[in-house]
């Protein structure tokens, strides 16, 4: 306490420091958060998840048996891109899918480097940039 003789800003009748002494405090909000910050939230956590793929444009992924991976109990999905991306998302083992534009269908990969790919024109492989596929990180640069 003896170095301790610097007024704080807001009360001059308490210390809050020195030289090589501080007092330290942390400061919680603990209001709920408003609607505008849920939704802010939101569109920031979505945006990461639509940003983490990258493409190999007009073709598929690779095409090995055994490269299939079911994702709530089922390795294709009909929806949108953003939507494949998601599911995907959300399982560790899934490295990326293939999703064809004519059908709107996705079939999901444990790892998109993996076999033969089919060249098409409507057919687009998205896969995580940065994934954890079994027990090493792959990094793909395209």
């Known amino acids: ?9 807001g009360d001059k009748g308490v210390m809050c420091g020195g030289i090589d002494t501080v007092d330290m405090f ?5 209001t709920p958060p408003t609607p505008e910050e849920k939704k802010a939230a939101k569109a920031e956590a979505d945006a990461e998840v639509l940003n983490a793929y990258s ?12 490269n299939t991976l079911k ?11 953003d939507e494949c991306k998601f599911k995907c998302y959300g399982a560790l083992e899934c490295h990326g899918f293939t999703y064809e534009t004519a059908t709107t269908k996705c ?3 444990s790892d998109v480097l993996d ?3 089919k060249k098409n024109k409507k057919i ?10 079994g027990s090493k990180v792959i990094e793909h640069k395209h």
């Open 1 to 9: 306490m003896k170095k301790c003789n610097t007024p704080c800003q």
């Open 26 to 30: 942390v400061m919680f909000d603990c």
């Open 55 to 66: 493409a190999f444009k007009r073709q598929s992924c690779g095409q090995s048996d055994g």
């Open 71 to 81: 994702i709530a109990g089922s390795p294709t999905f009909v929806g949108s891109v």
């Open 107 to 109: 079939s999901f990969h």
């Open 115 to 117: 076999g033969k790919v």
């Open 124 to 133: 687009d492989c998205f896969y995580k940039k940065l994934g954890l596929v």
